[in-house]
């Protein structure tokens, strides 16, 4: 499928989810399969492991706007379903980053870059996602910055 571990290791889920006969994990499985089979396809390329995580990553990003949604509007067993399918995306996520570990990163990627205040932040962002993914969610990245550089 691509030379991303993350990739393989979605292929080996699937094969196992087979043989169990677990449909719902199958289900999730192959669309977060081909997910990132359309995308090698519309890139003509194999991804690599970053390039992975960050469609995994979207897909949960998707799946808890879902669980908000459905809560908000008492869907509680579409609900249930959505927080089954974010558990079996997490599995092939890396651990979130504690803020402790995102300050430092941040930090550092202040002083490489001589950011100076807040109109730095576009800069800062970029190379803080870059080193974070998957790992941060992006609104939590923008916050921590935000307050690095003004405060």
């Given at each position: 499928?691509?030379r991303?571990?993350?990739a393989?290791?979605?292929?080996?889920?699937?094969?196992?989810?087979?043989?169990?006969?677990?449909k719902?994990?199958?289900?999730?499985l192959?669309?977060?399969?081909?997910?990132?089979?359309?995308?090698?396809?519309?890139?003509?390329?194999?991804?690599?492991?970053?390039?992975?995580?960050?469609?995994?990553?979207?897909?949960?990003?998707?799946?808890?706007?879902q669980?908000?949604?459905?809560?908000?509007?008492?869907?509680?067993?579409?609900?249930?379903?959505?927080?089954?399918e974010?558990?079996?995306?997490?599995?092939?996520?890396?651990a979130?980053?504690?803020?402790?570990?995102?300050?430092?990163?941040?930090?550092?990627?202040?002083?490489?870059?001589?950011?100076?205040?807040?109109?730095?932040?576009?800069?800062?962002?970029?190379?803080?996602?870059?080193?974070?993914?998957?790992?941060?969610?992006?609104?939590?990245?923008?916050?921590?910055?935000?307050?690095?550089?003004?405060?």
């Open positions: 499928m691509a991303s571990e993350v393989a290791k979605l292929q080996q889920e699937v094969i196992a989810a087979m043989k169990a006969k677990d719902a994990r199958l289900g999730v192959r669309m977060l399969k081909a997910a990132v089979k359309q995308v090698e396809v519309d890139q003509r390329r194999e991804l690599e492991d970053a390039d992975v995580l960050k469609i995994l990553t979207s897909y949960a990003r998707k799946v808890k706007d669980i908000s949604s459905y809560g908000d509007a008492g869907r509680h067993e579409l609900k249930n379903a959505a927080e089954a974010l558990l079996i995306v997490g599995e092939f996520l890396p979130e980053m504690t803020d402790e570990e995102l300050t430092a990163i941040i930090a550092e990627v202040v002083s490489e870059t001589g950011a100076a205040g807040p109109q730095d932040m576009g800069k800062v962002m970029k190379a803080v996602l870059g080193r974070t993914v998957g790992r941060a969610d992006g609104g939590r990245v923008s916050a921590l910055v935000k307050k690095s550089l003004v405060g």
